[in-house]
């Protein structure tokens, strides 16, 4: 692939016909992806939103082989996968794709992905991080992030929603030595598609975080999708960056932050912090976290 | 280690190995692409000699070091739908943690072939070997083959490879080895040169693998509409493959000349007044108990399941209808019920006609590894002989046969 991903769209291994709710991220951001990748690739997929949307039986929107076994073992599947392809001479020539959602990675997947990382397999795995357990009705992940109401974190008497900042899964791939480590947006598919043809160039084990909003787990309008991916990106909140093991990583852009509350107040999610007396306080906390991004990544 | 001293036979050699080490000349033999294991004990002697095969450059295998048992079998699962043959081996928690990976295997039908070395489950914690865990994947879809002795383990191994693989069957398989009893234990083996084996073992050749040549899908959601239909293509593939069972130690036979029994082996079971019924390594305890209760005019024989799942139920029948009383010698329970072989025997003979169904006790003897010998056995026959006396078994369901009483809270007052 090259920068032509956008205009080959049509041509991507991943076709209409899923069952994804209107306006979902994850499958734009997989849409991307697989015109990235073209056709020489094996995807591997957690259970998840992505894996039930794409496999009622007899259909599937996959063009390419497609494996999923279970929730929490994306990345030891991938790991077998990868060398499988080695013994039966297709080594380097077809690349092994993971795509987990943000439980299956940050929560019950990460041993099995830790796994992955230090035998070094060459696998790029990719996260659809919609922050939440959207699959089984919108539960919180330890991707939520601080102050995000869920069915499992409401707001009430007594709790304002989240109140544990966002695992920094990304920090954690870096931490393994892995090769090459990046985020993106389903707001900026060019970069996203540039991140995923840059990682599948180096061997090695690749991990790659793109932020994708839920609209019916955040509470907004699925026309909105990508609008509300660019908010959370020109806010600091989502930093699009890649990282390689001993460099600076190296961020996009962003000019002048707009406020978090842009960002805030378009989803349903965190309306509760702008009603109750103490919401200020945890919205003042929210935009410090934007405010300590763009000073780490040079936003 | 091997011992210096080996024969050579016509189509191997003779050598005293340790029975884990058997097991890993058997793998290495059947040439797996990919190898993921985490260590456990009793398991570890296995893993560690297939390690140093690797190393060694003796065995063309990826071996895999994972990160837990869940893993290593989910490596295997990857690789095994990407095409090629693969091997991992486990014990008690490893295997309860694999579970999961288990069931998926089987009704995605990938052969991936096991090892489980038996050993208790916690609470509490032990090295003690029963079947308690290997029993827990009973309804998993999973092949069990139970084996007798480290010839056996070796020779079974072999076996397993074909019958998981055959097109008719395409389910994980896993021989199940009594742990130390006989992965610790030092034998003489007849291993196999390289080419008889090739002989009786072809290159695996997937029916469906992942390949961007002809793109196809694994692991779909079904609903309510056809995950009944996926099941009912599992359980069909399972009861082939007591055929393939049968076949496999056939023509193992034909070309090695070593039999240790198909679905089941029946010792001395034709003319017998009682059958102990029993899986794994007592059996030769058992085979030895049967002789000298014969020697003192008492009928006695053994029947040896074999293959555990498919259950050989109208093998089972066929073998005890003629006796009047069998005791299962259990090795694992199911807590509130009964002993797990036990419960399918019974079963089993319920469908047997009028006057073949003989009295069935349920023993627990071997169970959390203590020990069975021969006046274990006897015992237990004479327990079988007053329940003859008095017409019905025991009122329990599942005897603990050699409970140390005074250990009991309740008797301790």
């Known amino acids: ?299 | 280690m091997m011992t210096e001293g080996r024969i050579t036979t016509a189509k191997g050699r003779v050598a005293v190995m340790e029975g884990s080490q058997a097991i890993a000349q058997a793998v290495k033999a059947c040439r797996p692409a990919v190898i993921s294991a985490y260590p456990i004990t009793p398991q570890t002697h296995i893993v560690e000699t297939l390690a140093g095969m690797a190393a060694r450059g003796e065995l063309d295998a990826d071996y895999v070091r994972a990160d837990s048992e869940f893993s290593a079998a989910s490596i295997l699962a990857g690789a095994s739908a990407t095409g090629v043959r693969t091997y991992t081996a486990s014990a008690s928690q490893g295997l309860m943690l694999m579970t999961e990976v288990i069931y998926y295997l089987a009704g995605t039908r990938l052969p991936v072939v096991f090892t489980g070395a038996n050993r208790q489950i916690t609470a509490p914690i032990g090295l003690q070997p029963d079947h308690q865990d290997t029993m827990s994947l009973r309804d998993s879809g999973i092949i069990q083959l139970y084996v007798e002795s480290v010839q056996e383990a070796y020779d079974t191994h072999i076996q397993a490879f074909r019958i998981a693989e055959d097109h008719d069957v395409l389910l994980p398989a896993m021989v199940c080895v009594d742990g130390f009893v006989l992965t610790h234990v030092f034998e003489p083996v007849e291993i196999f040169d390289q080419p008889a084996v090739d002989a009786f073992l072809p290159p695996y050749e997937p029916v469906h693998y992942l390949s961007p040549d002809r793109p196809m899908v694994f692991g779909s959601f079904t609903d309510e509409t056809n995950t009944l239909e996926a099941r009912y293509i599992t359980q069909q593939a399972a009861l082939r493959a007591a055929a393939r069972v049968e076949d496999a130690a056939r023509a193992y036979q034909t070309q090695f000349g070593h039999f240790h029994g198909g679905l089941v082996d029946a010792y001395r079971c034709d003319d017998a007044e009682i059958v102990l019924v029993a899986m794994g390594s007592v059996i030769g305890t058992l085979r030895e108990a049967a002789d000298r209760l014969r020697a003192g005019g008492i009928s006695a024989g053994v029947l040896k399941v074999r293959c555990f799942r498919p259950f050989p139920a109208q093998q089972v029948r066929e073998a005890l209808g003629g006796a009047r009383a069998v005791a299962v010698l259990d090795r694992s329970l199911s807590f509130g019920a009964a002993g797990v072989l036990a419960t399918d025997v019974k079963a089993a003979l319920y469908d047997s006609p009028e006057g073949r169904r003989p009295l069935v006790l349920g023993m627990l003897a071997g169970y959390g590894g203590r020990e069975v010998t021969v006046d274990t056995a006897r015992k237990i026959v004479d327990e079988a002989r007053r329940a003859l006396g008095a017409g019905r078994p025991p009122s329990c369901a599942a005897s603990f046969v050699g409970l140390r009483r005074e250990l009991l809270p309740e008797e301790r007052t």
């Open chain 1, 1 to 299: 692939m090259n920068d032509t991903a956008l205009e080959t769209y049509g041509a991507s291994p991943y076709t209409p016909g899923h069952r994804a709710c209107p306006g979902c991220g994850a499958s734009i951001a997989v849409r991307t992806i697989l015109a990235a990748t073209g056709p020489e690739v094996v995807v591997v997929t957690a259970t998840g939103c992505l894996e039930t949307f794409t496999s009622p039986y007899p259909y599937t929107p996959w063009g390419v082989p497609w494996l999923h076994v279970l929730f929490e073992n994306a990345g030891a599947v991938a790991s077998g996968v990868e060398l499988a392809l080695k013994r039966r001479g297709l080594g380097g020539r077809t690349k092994v794709v993971a795509i987990g959602g943000d439980g299956g990675t940050f929560d019950i997947g990460l041993g099995s992905l830790s796994g992955m990382f230090e035998r070094g397999h060459d696998v790029t795995y990719i996260c659809y991080d919609n922050e939440a357990y959207m699959n089984t009705g919108v539960q919180r992940s330890s991707a939520t992030p601080v102050g995000a109401s869920t069915t499992t974190t409401p707001p009430g008497a007594r709790a304002w929603g989240e109140d544990r900042p966002k695992k920094d899964m990304p920090a954690i791939a870096l931490a393994h030595g892995i090769p090459y480590v990046a985020t993106a947006s389903v707001a900026y598919p060019r970069d996203l598609a540039r991140k995923v043809v840059q990682a599948l160039a180096i061997a090695g084990p690749k991990y790659l975080e793109v932020h994708c909003p839920c609209p019916i787990g955040w509470g907004f309008d699925p026309a909105q999708t990508i609008a509300l991916a660019r908010l959370a990106v020109r806010s600091g909140l989502v930093p699009l960056f890649e990282a390689r093991p001993g460099q600076p990583p190296t961020a996009r852009k962003i000019g002048r932050p707009c406020p978090v509350t842009e960002y805030l107040q378009a989803q349903k999610r965190f309306r509760h912090l702008f009603e109750r007396a103490d919401g200020a306080e945890h919205i003042a906390a929210i935009q410090a976290i934007a405010d300590a991004n763009v000073a780490r990544y040079g936003l």
